[in-house]
C-alpha cells in the first residue's frame, strides 16, 4: 500500500513559496513528489538557486526532478545574474536554426550549473491571432514551419546540453482570444486545420526526441467538446499518444489556473487527468491543494477508479526521464557559468530587440 501511495505522489509536480526549503515543501517531498517548479519567488541569485536545489534533493529520499519555466522574454524565472535570452520571436526572426541550437545550449548550461533538470520550453503554439493574449512573442512565429524548425533546434541544443525540453501548450494555444489562466477557451477548428496549423510543430518536436510535452487548458470541440486537453482521454491519449505516438512525460499545465479550477473540483481534475494520460501533474501554489490531490488520486487508484497500468506507466516515464537527465547536484556552485561572456556573447546577436520583464508571476504557462 506504502509503495503504490509513493507511485500516486511521484506523478506531482509541485511549486512553494520560499527561497529554502519549506516545512510544507519537506512534507510533499516525503510523500514522494516526482518534481518540484520553481518560480521567481524561489529566486535570489544564482548561488542561492544552486544551493536551493541541491537542499531540495538532499532532502527527498529520491531523485526529484527539478524544473523552471525559463523561456526568454517576458517569462524567465531566473534573472538576476542569468543571461538575458530575447524573447523566441526574436529568435524565430533570425530563421537560423544554429543560433537557436545554441540559445537552448546556453539555456541548458546555465540550468545545469544550477542543478535544474527540465527547461518548460520551448513554445511551439503557432502565433497564428494577434489578439491572443498570452502567447504573444513567446511563440517562435505565425508559420508552422518556422515554429518546427526553430523549435526543434533550440530542444536539441537543450538536450544535447544534458538539460530537458518541454514543448508547449499541447494541442496549441496560438490561436486563443483568451488566457487560460483566467478563462477556459474553446476552440472549433476542424482536424484539418489543427493538422495543418496547430500539430506539426509539436509532431515535429516529438520525431526530434522531446523529453516531454505540457498540455494546454483548451476545449477543442472536434476532438473533445466537454474536456479541456489536459484532462481529455482523446486528446492526450487518442490523439498523441496513439495517433502522434508520443511516448515521453506528459506534464499539465497548471492545474490552479482558472481555465482548470473554475469548472472542475481538484478531485476531478486529478483522477480525470491520470486516466486520461497525464504522468506528471502540476499543482505550483496551494500545499493543501497539493496534498488533497495526491489523498484523492491515492484512493481513486486503491478503488479501482484509475487504472493502476496508468500509474505504473507514468512512473516508468518518469523514470526514463530522470535516468536521461537527472544527476546529483552538485554541492559546490561554479559561478563562472550563468551570465558567463561567451554566452552573453551569444545572445548579443540578438541584441536589437529590448527584453521586457516578466510583467506576472502565474504559475506554469
Known amino acids: 500500500m506504502e509503495a503504490a501511495a509513493k507511485a500516486v505522489a511521484r506523478m506531482f509536480a509541485v511549486g512553494f513559496d520560499g527561497r529554502q526549503v519549506t516545512p510544507s515543501l519537506e512534507k510533499l517531498l516525503d510523500r514522494g513528489v516526482g518534481a518540484v517548479v520553481l518560480f521567481s519567488r524561489n529566486v535570489e541569485s544564482p548561488q542561492q538557486v544552486a544551493k536551493l536545489c541541491f537542499d531540495i534533493q538532499n532532502r527527498a529520499k529520491r ?5 523552471v519555466d525559463q523561456e526568454g522574454g517576458r517569462v524567465m524565472r531566473l534573472r538576476s545574474g ?14 537560423d536554426e544554429n543560433l537557436a541550437h545554441q540559445i537552448g545550449q546556453v539555456l541548458a548550461r546555465e540550468l545545469r550549473a544550477v542543478n535544474i533538470h527540465m527547461d518548460l520550453a ?13 502567447i504573444g512573442d513567446r511563440s517562435f512565429g505565425a508559420d508552422p514551419d518556422l515554429v ?3 523549435g526543434c533546434a533550440l530542444l536539441k541544443g537543450l538536450q544535447s546540453s544534458g538539460v530537458a525540453a518541454c514543448a508547449k501548450h499541447f494541442p496549441g494555444h496560438g490561436d486563443t482570444s483568451k488566457d487560460s489562466h483566467f478563462d477556459l477557451p474553446r476552440l472549433a477548428h476542424p482536424m484539418s486545420r489543427l493538422e495543418k496549423v496547430e500539430l506539426p510543430p509539436f509532431q515535429a518536436a516529438i520525431s526530434a526526441g522531446v523529453a516531454a510535452i505540457m498540455t494546454a487548458h483548451i476545449i477543442f470541440e472536434t476532438i473533445d467538446p466537454a474536456h479541456p486537453a489536459t484532462i481529455s482521454h482523446a486528446v492526450l491519449t487518442g490523439l498523441l499518444r496513439q495517433k502522434m505516438r508520443f511516448d515521453g512525460v506528459i506534464i499539465s499545465d497548471a492545474l490552479e489556473m482558472k481555465a482548470i ?26 500545499p493543501d491543494l497539493q496534498n488533497q490531490a495526491i489523498d484523492a488520486l ?12 496508468q500509474i505504473k506507466d507514468a512512473n516508468r516515464r518518469i523514470d526514463r526521464l530522470m535516468k536521461q537527465f537527472v544527476r546529483p547536484a552538485a ?7 550563468p551570465g558567463c561572456a561567451e554566452h552573453r556573447a551569444i545572445v548579443d546577436r540578438l541584441s536589437s530587440v529590448p527584453v521586457g520583464p516578466d510583467p506576472t508571476e502565474r504559475s506554469t504557462t
Open 63 to 67: 531523485p526529484v526532478l527539478i524544473a
Open 261 to 286: 479550477s473554475d469548472h472542475f473540483p481538484i478531485d476531478e481534475v486529478v483522477v480525470k487527468g491520470a486516466s486520461a494520460g497525464l504522468d506528471l501533474l502540476a499543482i505550483c501554489e496551494n
Open 148 to 150: 518546427s524548425r526553430m
Open 82 to 95: 542569468f543571461t538575458s535570452i530575447p524573447a523566441m520571436r526574436t529568435i524565430g526572426s533570425t530563421d
Open 122 to 134: 520551448p513554445v511551439m503554439d503557432v502565433d497564428s491571432n494577434p489578439a491572443n493574449p498570452v
Open 331 to 337: 554541492a559546490a556552485f561554479d559561478s563562472s557559468v
Open 298 to 309: 491515492t484512493l481513486a487508484t486503491a478503488r479501482g477508479n484509475v487504472p493502476w497500468k
